[in-house]
């Protein structure tokens, strides 16, 4: 693929099981089955907007529709690297960093989902070490951080598990429901002092620039 003008395309990262990289369309039509075969049980939702609520076919082209989107919208200012994961070469999920006047503020946000299938397994957690990796090491952030409704352990365990802390609470209307938000931080400090999954960044060199860098 032609990287001149979108080297993200290059940009990949690995860890002992997994591969993290910008989909093209034909990984970005895998990634996009994925999310059509569930994420999560019906009976819950573990998003603040509800897109997962959509059939398998909704569910597919809104995930497609949104890697292509935050290409479309990516500014220095404000950027969303949205990332496909794959084991063994085949694609499990979805990883997200994300980030507004970065070069500012040196925060970044995390969000992330997991084919149903591949869930339970510590996926989960080496995905997100490897973001937060590109985020301290590679791109220089002085905090991460992250958000999880509190009646999703998984989600918040993985975080404390990382290191993250309570940032306060929040609470938002989900399905006509109340719900409460926990949001959680992690500095840099923090992150060294646990980091133990070995990653490997590629490719990030030649795009810094789009990341306000």
């Not at 959680?184 to 923090?190: G, M, N, T, V, Y």
Request: glycine share 10%; net charge neutral; aromatic share 8%.
């Amino acid at each position: 693929m032609e990287r001149r003008f979108w080297p993200v395309y290059g940009l990949r990262m690995t860890t002992p099981r997994l591969e993290l990289r910008l989909p093209d369309t034909e990984l970005l039509d895998e990634l996009a089955a994925v999310a059509a075969d569930g994420v999560h049980d019906p009976a819950e939702m573990p998003f603040l907007f509800p897109w997962s609520d959509a059939g398998p076919e909704g569910r597919g082209r809104a995930t497609f529709q949104h890697v292509l989107g935050t290409i479309a919208d990516w500014r220095p200012e404000k950027w969303t690297l949205s990332l496909a994961v794959l084991r063994d070469g085949k694609v499990v999920g979805r990883q997200d960093l994300f980030a507004t006047d970065f070069a500012m503020t040196r925060e970044a946000k995390t969000g992330s989902w997991l084919g149903i299938a591949h869930q339970g397994q510590g996926i989960g957690t080496e995905m997100r070490a490897a973001a937060l990796h590109l985020a301290f090491e590679g791109l220089g952030a002085r905090w991460v951080t992250s958000a999880a409704m509190t009646d999703n352990p998984r989600s918040l365990g993985v975080s404390r598990k990382l290191g993250y802390r309570p940032d306060g609470l929040s609470t938002a209307s989900v399905r006509g429901e109340l719900r409460t938000i926990q949001r959680l931080r992690l500095d840099r400090a923090e992150w060294e002092s646990r980091r133990a999954v070995p990653v490997h960044v590629h490719g990030l060199e030649a795009c810094g620039e789009l990341f306000g860098v």
